[in-house]
């Protein structure tokens, strides 16, 4: 079960629009990794560069609680590997790690990939 429970309401529909777009194998390898996940804090780092997205879950992380987790999106495909190198030196554990595409309905625009991360903070961190 996926509990949002973020601060702002803005926030909270943009993570839940996301959740709920989701594949059913990502929702899958999330109910398998995190059957009780609570989301306490969402970074969005869409259209910075990297370290920037790094550098907010950085500065998040210290607000979060034990076993509370954080939603990250960007669009910098290197945030995703400095994120997990991140969590495996700072023994936070990644729970989910994918990407969906974004553009305009009509296909007008370009198309962004977008990085979704999900990171549980563990006890002693």
């Given at each position: 079960?996926?509990n949002?429970s ?9 993570v839940?629009?996301y ?34 997205p ?9 607000s ?12 910098d ?5 400095d994120?997990a190198?991140?969590c ?5 554990e990644?729970?989910?790690s994918?990407t969906?595409?974004e553009?305009?309905?009509d296909?007008?625009e ?5 990085f979704?991360l999900?990171?549980?903070k563990?006890?002693?961190?």
């Open positions: 079960m996926i949002i973020l601060a702002n309401s803005e926030h909270q529909a943009l839940q629009g959740l709920d777009a989701f594949s059913s194998s990502d929702l899958e390898t999330l109910e398998e990794a995190a059957p009780q996940l609570t989301l306490s804090a969402l970074v969005d780092g869409r259209g910075m560069a990297c370290p920037m790094l550098l907010k879950t950085k500065v998040v992380l210290r979060v609680q034990p076993s509370e987790s954080v939603y990250i999106l960007a669009t495909p290197n945030s995703q590997t994120l190198a991140f495996q030196q700072a023994g936070l990644m729970v989910l994918t969906t595409t553009g305009s309905a296909g007008s370009k198309l962004d990939t977008i979704h999900i990171i549980t563990t006890n002693g961190n």
